[in-house]
C-alpha cells in the first residue's frame, strides 16, 4: 500500500519510510526538499495520489506561539482536504503526551488546535502521543538554561527513543483506524531534575531544582509529561542509547 509520510525526510520520518519500505510498502517521503509543501500546498495533490495512508510527523520550525499555531493550523488544513480530494482513508498524526494538560504553553495550543482539525474532518484517523524523545534532551536542556543553571522541575519524565517511536508509528499505521488516540513512552520514569543530573553530568552547567521552572512556556505538575493511563512502552533505555 501507498503510504505517504509528511515530514518524512526528518528525525521520525526517515526511520518511518525505512519501516514501510522495509515490509514492502510504496513510502513516499514528503516534505519541502522532496518538492511538497504542506503550508503552500505544492506538490501535496501529486504526493497523495493512490495513497491510503497518510501519516504526518512534521513540526514547526519556530516553537514562537503566533508560528506555531500559523504553521499546524494551515498545514493540517491543507493537508486534510488534499486527502479528503485524494481518497485517503487513514490519516496518522504524532503528538505529545500531556498536549492537553499544557493549555498555557502556545506550542501545546497548537498542538490542540490540529488535534482539533482532525477529530472533526471526515477521514478516519489515528493519534499517537508520544513523550519526549531522547534526541531532544539536549534542547530541552537549553531551553531551561539560565546562564550557567539549567532549572528543572521534580516531576515525572518518561522519555523515548526515537527508534521506539518510529516503531508505535509505524504500527499503527499499518492497522485500522483507531478514530482516537494511543499513548506511547520510555521503558523507565525519572524525577525530570535527577533525569537532568545524570544527562548533563559532562556538563559544565548546572542543574537546580526549581518546583516552578517552566517546560516551554508551561509550569508542570507531576503527570504532566507522562501517560496517566494505558501506554505502549518503548523497548530502548537511556543508558543504553545514550552509549550508542
Do not use: C
Amino acid at each position: 500500500m501507498k503510504i505517504v509520510v509528511i515530514g518524512g525526510t526528518g528525525l521520525i520520518g526517515s526511520k518511518l519510510v525505512r519501516r514501510f519500505e522495509a515490509h514492502g510498502h510504496e513510502a513516499v517521503a514528503a516534505s519541502p526538499n522532496t518538492g511538497v509543501n504542506t503550508l503552500t500546498g505544492e506538490g501535496l495533490a501529486e504526493a497523495l495520489t493512490g495513497a491510503s495512508v497518510v501519516v504526518d510527523v512534521s513540526n514547526s520550525p519556530s516553537f514562537e506561539a503566533a508560528a506555531v499555531m500559523e504553521f499546524f493550523e494551515t498545514s493540517t488544513s491543507n493537508l486534510l482536504a488534499a486527502e479528503a480530494a485524494a481518497g485517503v482513508g487513514h490519516h496518522v498524526a504524532l503528538s505529545v503526551v500531556g498536549t492537553d494538560r499544557l493549555p498555557e504553553s502556545g506550542y501545546f495550543q497548537a498542538k490542540i488546535a490540529q488535534e482539533q482539525l482532525i477529530e472533526k474532518s471526515s477521514i478516519p484517523y489515528s493519534l499517537v502521543h508520544a513523550t519526549q524523545f531522547f534526541e531532544f534532551v539536549k534542547a530541552i536542556a537549553d531551553s531551561a538554561t539560565d546562564g550557567t543553571t539549567v532549572r528543572m522541575a521534580p516531576v515525572l519524565f518518561q522519555p523515548m527513543a526515537g527508534d521506539d517511536v518510529a516503531d508505535e508509528v509505524a504500527r499503527v499505521a499499518i492497522g485500522k483506524p483507531l478514530n482516537g488516540r494511543v499513548d506511547t513512552a520510555g521503558p523507565e520514569q525519572y524525577r525530570m531534575d535527577d533525569f537532568f543530573r545524570q544527562a548533563l553530568a559532562d556538563d559544565q552547567r548546572e542543574v537546580v531544582t526549581d518546583e516552578h521552572a517552566q517546560y516551554f512556556g508551561a509550569e508542570l505538575t507531576e503527570t504532566s509529561l507522562v501517560p496517566e493511563g494505558e501506554a505502549t512502552l518503548g523497548r530502548i533505555r537511556y543508558e543504553d542509547w545514550s552509549k550508542q
